[in-house]
C-alpha cells in the first residue's frame, strides 16, 4: 500500500512501500489529497504567470494587463526589463 508520505511512529517505518509487480493501490487521505490538489494549483498559476511575464519580456502587446495599465500596447523597454526580472522573483 502506497499513502501520502506518512510514518508509522509505531514501527518507525514509512509507509511509503515499494509494490511488488502487477499491484498498484494507493490510498491517500482527504488531507492528503487536499494538499496534492493545492500544491498542482499553486504550481500551474505560477507556472501562468511566469509565461505572462516572459511574454511581456518579449514583447507581447498585453501591456494594459500589466505594470498599472500604463502602456496599452507593448511594453517599454524598461518594463519588459523588469517583467524579466520579476520571473527570477
Known amino acids: 500500500m502506497i499513502s501520502c508520505g506518512h510514518i508509522d511512529?509505531?514501527?518507525?517505518?514509512?509507509a511509503v512501500e515499494v509494490l511488488?509487480?502487477?499491484?498498484?493501490?494507493?490510498?491517500?487521505?482527504?488531507v492528503c489529497l487536499r494538499s496534492v490538489i493545492a500544491a498542482i494549483a499553486f504550481v500551474t498559476l505560477i507556472g501562468l504567470l511566469v509565461?505572462?511575464?516572459?511574454?511581456?519580456?518579449?514583447?507581447a502587446p498585453w501591456g494594459r494587463f500589466a505594470w498599472g495599465g500604463q502602456h496599452p500596447g507593448v511594453l517599454p523597454l524598461g518594463s519588459r526589463i523588469a517583467s524579466g526580472v520579476s520571473i527570477l522573483i
Open 9 to 14: 511512529s509505531a514501527t518507525k517505518h514509512s
Open 51 to 59: 509565461l505572462f511575464q516572459l511574454s511581456l519580456a518579449f514583447g
Open 20 to 30: 511488488p509487480a502487477g499491484k498498484s493501490e494507493f490510498t491517500c487521505p482527504p
